[in-house]
Nanobody, 117 residues
Framework: QVQLVESGGDVVQAGGSLRFSCVVS????????WAWYLQSPGEDDRELVA????????RYADSVKGRFAISRDNEKTALYLQMNALTPEDSGIYYC??????????WGPGTRVTVSS
């Protein structure tokens, strides 16, 4: 079973940058897609921010294209999200997700970012 733990959340000013890390433990060989999701304040839904599949192209939400970059190490022991030019709309809880496309997605506990204007 894969376990995920995010870190890097903080309070930053608009225009600033942050880098999230997600440490992966357990057997990750079956994971087909790694992703970051955002739950905005007051919202129940979690929106896809960026995803990187084991085969295929990286995807980004339109709102973060050109500002965010997702990456992972080749050993699948960590997932990263570099976030630049942050805006207050980027505030919320960011979740690291592992998806084997068979069972339910595996979620980390999340890390919170607040972007002040």
């Amino acid at each position: 079973q894969v376990q995920l733990v995010e870190s890097g959340g903080d309070v930053v000013q608009a225009g600033g940058s942050l880098r999230f890390s997600c440490v992966v433990s357990g057997s990750s060989s079956g994971v087909k897609t790694w992703a970051w999701y955002l739950q905005s304040p007051g919202e129940d839904d979690r929106e896809l921010v960026a995803s990187v599949p084991s085969a295929g192209s990286i995807r980004y939400a339109d709102s973060v294209k050109g500002r965010f970059a997702i990456s992972r190490d080749n050993e699948k022991t960590a997932l990263y999200l570099q976030m630049n030019a942050l805006t207050p709309e980027d505030s919320g809880i960011y979740y690291c997700v592992a998806d084997d496309r068979i069972g339910p997605k595996i979620w980390g506990p999340g890390t919170r970012v607040t972007v002040s204007s």
